[in-house]
T-cell receptor
Framework: DGGITQSPKYLFRKEGQNVTLSCEQN?????MYWYRQDPGQGLRLIYY???????QKGDIAEGYSVSREKKESFPLTVTSAQKNPTAFYLC????????????FGQGTRLTVV | AQSVTQLDSQVPVFEEAPVELRCNYS??????LFWYVQYPNQGLQLLLK??????LVKGINGFEAEFNKSQTSFHLRKPSVHISDTAEYFC????????????FGAGTRLFVKA
């Protein structure tokens, strides 16, 4: 079945550590996205990518980094510069970036310990 | 620029009762509109979308929404809810002029009580 796979489902990070969240899709979608979800705040866009080797900052990119070396993969690194990283992270993809519906992964819950 | 306001943060309702989740938006250009559902600790799933044409849109799980351009609203309705409809619902809007600018509302948590 086609879909988006995020791993791990739960992740614990110590203060000062970088961690990488995985996102893989087999939908052959060009566009991929990373969102952060906090209670009562909806979804906020971190980064998005329209094609391989290209990505754009979203509304809250500070403290995060991404890469898009393959069409299927869009990993997100939460760096030590992100002051409040505890959140639910959602990866999504769409056929192309122009305002089509997005397909979401199951999410990764990151907790700083 | 676009913005989305979901007018209720929480909506409690009894099983088999009707429900309406309200969404208003603002935009200087024409838009596409979406409703997504999120079950606990899961990703979002598309319920329905309005791109053009008929203003009454039917989606999965018996939900429907009506696009009202004059009132800039896109309210979600279901005539009879089930316990399994308990979830968080997100309204989203995108301009139809190209480029990526999808904006999500803050969400409405629907509680269906027995």
């Amino acid at each position: 079945d086609g879909g988006i796979t995020q791993s791990p489902k739960y992740l614990f990070r110590k203060e000062g550590q970088n961690v990488t969240l995985s996102c893989e899709q087999n939908l052959n979608h060009d566009a991929m996205y990373w969102y952060r979800q906090d209670p009562g705040q909806g979804l906020r866009l971190i980064y998005y990518s329209q094609i391989v080797n290209d990505f754009q900052k979203g509304d809250i990119a500070e403290g995060y980094s991404v890469s898009r070396e393959k069409k299927e993969s869009f990993p997100l690194t939460v760096t030590s510069a992100q002051k409040n990283p505890t959140a639910f992270y959602l990866c999504a993809s769409s056929i192309f970036v122009e305002n089509t519906e997005a397909f979401f992964g199951q999410g990764t819950r990151l907790t700083v310990v | 620029a676009q913005s989305v306001t979901q007018l209720d943060s929480q909506v409690p309702v009894f099983e088999e009762a009707p429900v309406e989740l309200r969404c208003n938006y603002s935009s200087s250009v024409s838009v596409y509109l979406f409703w997504y559902v999120q079950y606990p600790n899961q990703g979002l799933q598309l319920l329905l979308k309005y791109l053009s044409g008929s203003t009454l849109v039917k989606g999965i799980n018996g939900f429907e929404a009506e696009f009202n351009k004059s009132q800039t609203s896109f309210h979600l309705r279901k005539p009879s809810v089930h316990i399994s409809d308990t979830a968080e619902y997100f309204c989203a809007v995108s301009p139809n002029t190209g480029g990526f600018k999808t904006i999500f509302g803050a969400g409405t948590r629907l509680f269906v009580k027995a």
